[in-house]
């Protein structure tokens, strides 16, 4: 006989035979509740006998019955695109099956309830309670996911201020994973402006002040020649999607330095909410290279560097250190998503590693994709195809030229024709009027391919009476831009002029819903980038689109992850576009709608996720093999799934 003791638990073999003794008063255990201490012990103590690790294994064969599936024993076919196992049990793919709410240790007790992945608060069922020693630490009521979801709904719209709802659904997350996904996933129409755009920007200027926990990365100067250290200290090791912002240009809203982490913490919610992502895979980011912004360096409440943001050669090779210790960390298949980037380091940063690593810029690219789409889309309403529009932009920054070189390369593709060609059916005005050639020595690098031949136009209202653009497009982030002088011009020219006026948050869009359609009569087909009601004019009702980044990414990067893409291509853009116009039925056209509504986002996703890893495939950048038959199937299977699971 031997005995080993494992925290307060004696295991005892005594002539073949295996009892689990309490350490303290000698009384048999159960066995469940034995084997958790013992994987407490094996893991805890990093003993790695093979002969240990068998025992614990038949163990937990033996308490789990026969042949009944185990998370830790799922083979290839079972795991997530790009090769990451389904550890905590969190695809649609492995809803059925039994996990073991594991940590270092077994999580039980009270450091279980405190345990977000795990946390199921009063829907912990009866075995659920003794196994893991929850008795007397909960209520006894026992309620369903369902009504725990309908009493958080009920009581966040208590709230009156949309930065309280904000703050209520991030306590959900730090509390119980699971049940935040659900009510965002449940409730993605009222649920969306809260947790991104436009509550997001509200929660940023105030992070200082409403900052309790963190969420993600910070890695500040400080931190320069140490950042794969730092990347070491996430507890997470298979990421497949990084969110990464530097906080210089925080939606319209300028420099707000380290306090931008509001971004890609949204971003990722969205990422598992809307794209089926799992949660334990995405890791948010902020570079913290100072701030230029004078009232927070003399905020007492900001969060981060107090210095002026570091620019140059020492901007260079921190972002350089940061993206070699990613790589060397993650892996090639790791998704770096650049947000909220300055236009002057968005572009180097894409042309930089574009080809080195697997980057996305969500301003650019995913703007433009989501654009695109529309604009496919807005030729059902209005007749022809892309190439029989004249564009013009207001704005040409990232997002603006994005948008614009997308439109071209699809044009391009549809025509045979040379993209330069393309390229001279779209103008763009910045803030010192129409962008043409007699301004390209001065120009931008990004904006010359934009400078076409044409006398000087000093503001938008003269370009859209010289220009007599089909289609008018503002990325400017200058809100009521689109004056009412400019809007009927645009309508004097069409029948049905199209109208985007993308600028977030709603405070800076170009121009609201309502003077869109009363100033074109209602005949504009419009979209915004932040939400606005429906109108009714003449006696019929207007529902605007919402050209909202969040259509794309998500699906884009479950596209690139399932399929493990080792870069992006701009065909994988094209075919996510392609895949959210084919999502707009003749009811939603009926309404003048270019999009889908967001109820039908997570179907949205796997259709775009679906098309882009056809694409990688197709390009021969998918390291995942063999392809799967059913590429949308394989991506709902793939989804991350929020309903509880049932624990051993």
């Known amino acids: ?49 093979a002969s240990a690790k068998g025992e614990m294994e038949s163990t937990l064969k033996g308490i789990r019955g026969g042949g009944a599936p185990c998370v830790l024993d799922m083979d290839d076919a079972a795991t997530v695109g790009g090769g990451v196992g389904d550890t905590y049990g969190e695809d649609r793919a492995t809803e059925e099956q039994f996990v073991t709410p594991w940590t270092v240790s077994v999580a039980s007790g009270y450091n279980l309830l405190r345990d977000p992945r795990y946390n199921k608060g009063l829907a912990f069922t009866e075995r659920e309670r003794e196994t893991h020693y929850l008795r007397g630490l909960l209520p006894p009521a026992i309620v369903s996911q369902e009504l725990q979801e309908r009493k958080i709904m009920n009581n966040i719209r208590q709230y009156q201020l949309p930065l309280q709802r904000y703050m209520a659904m991030m306590d959900l997350q730090e509390g119980n994973e699971r049940l935040f996904y659900k009510l965002l996933i449940d409730n993605v129409e009222e649920l ?53 912002t530097d906080g210089e240009r925080i939606l319209g809203l300028g ?10 913490v949204g971003k990722l919610a969205l990422y598992t909410a809307l794209g089926g992502v799992r949660p334990s895979a995405c890791l948010p ?48 298949k790791v998704l770096i998503q650049f947000e909220d980037f300055a236009n002057h380091n968005a572009f180097e940063l894409l042309a930089r590693y574009g080809t080195t690593h697997l980057v996305f810029n969500d301003d650019i690219q995913g703007t433009a994709s989501v654009v695109l789409a529309g604009l496919v889309a807005a030729q059902k309403l209005v007749g022809g195809t892309l190439a029989d529009h004249t564009y013009l932009f207001l704005g040409a920054g990232e997002a603006g030229t994005g948008i614009a070189e997308l439109i071209a390369l699809e044009i391009s593709r549809q025509t045979k024709a040379p993209i330069e060609e393309c390229r001279k059916k779209i103008w763009l005005v910045d803030s010192k009027g129409l962008i043409v050639g007699s301004r390209k020595e001065s120009l931008q690098h990004f904006k010359k391919p934009w400078a076409h031949e044409h006398e000087p136009v000093g503001n938008l ?22 004056t009412q002088d400019v809007v009927e011009a645009i309508s004097s020219y069409n029948e049905r002029p199209i109208i985007l006026a993308l600028s977030n948050p709603t405070s800076q869009s170009e121009c609201t819903a309502e003077q869109a ?32 980044n969040a259509y794309i990414f998500p699906g884009f990067g479950l596209g690139v992850v399932m399929s493990g893409a080792i870069r992006v291509h701009d065909d994988m853009l094209l075919a996510s576009s392609e895949a959210l ?24 996703s796997a259709h775009i996720a679906a098309n882009v890893a056809a694409k990688a495939y197709e390009l021969g950048l998918a390291s995942r093999r063999p392809r799967p038959k059913d590429l949308v199937k394989y991506a709902e299977s793939c989804m991350y799934s929020p309903i509880y699971r049932n624990y051993r």
Not at 289 to 307: A, H, M, P, S
Request: charge should be positive; aromatic fraction near 12%; include cysteine.
């Open 255 to 264: 420099d707000l330095g380290c306090q931008g982490m509001g971004i890609p």
């Open 1 to 49: 006989m031997f005995a080993l003791r494992a925290r307060f638990l004696l295991w005892q073999w005594e002539g073949g035979t295996r009892r689990a003794l309490c350490g303290g008063c000698g009384e048999e255990r159960g066995a469940e509740a034995a084997a958790a201490r013992f994987w407490w012990w094996c893991v805890g103590r990093r003993w790695t006998s």
């Open 285 to 332: 980011i902020t570079l913290d290279v100072g701030t230029n912004n004078e009232e927070l360096l003399n905020d007492e409440f900001y969060i981060g560097l107090r210095q002026r943001r570091a620019t140059g050669q020492e901007y260079a090779d921190f972002l350089h250190e940061f993206m070699s210790a990613v790589k060397q960390n993650y892996g090639e």
């Open 517 to 548: 359609y009363t100033w074109s009569k209602g005949r504009a087909v419009f979209a915004t980038g932040s939400p606005f009601d429906p109108v009714e004019y003449n006696g019929k009702i207007h529902v605007p689109g919402q050209a909202n």
């Open 461 to 482: 209202l003269d370009a859209v009476n010289a220009i007599k653009p089909t289609v008018l497009i503002g990325t400017s982030g200058k809100g009521q831009t689109f």
């Open 192 to 244: 969306l402006p809260i947790v991104y755009t436009p509550t997001v920007g509200e929660a940023c200027q105030k992070y200082g002040s409403i900052f309790s926990r963190p969420q993600g990365l910070y890695i500040s100067l400080k931190e320069k020649g140490k950042i794969l250290e730092v990347l070491k200290n996430w507890p997470e090791r298979s990421i497949q999607v990084i969110v990464v």
């Open 581 to 604: 116009a084919q999502q707009v039925t003749e009811e939603n056209f009926q309404k003048g709608l270019i999009y889908p509504p967001f109820s039908n986002i997570r179907k949205i």
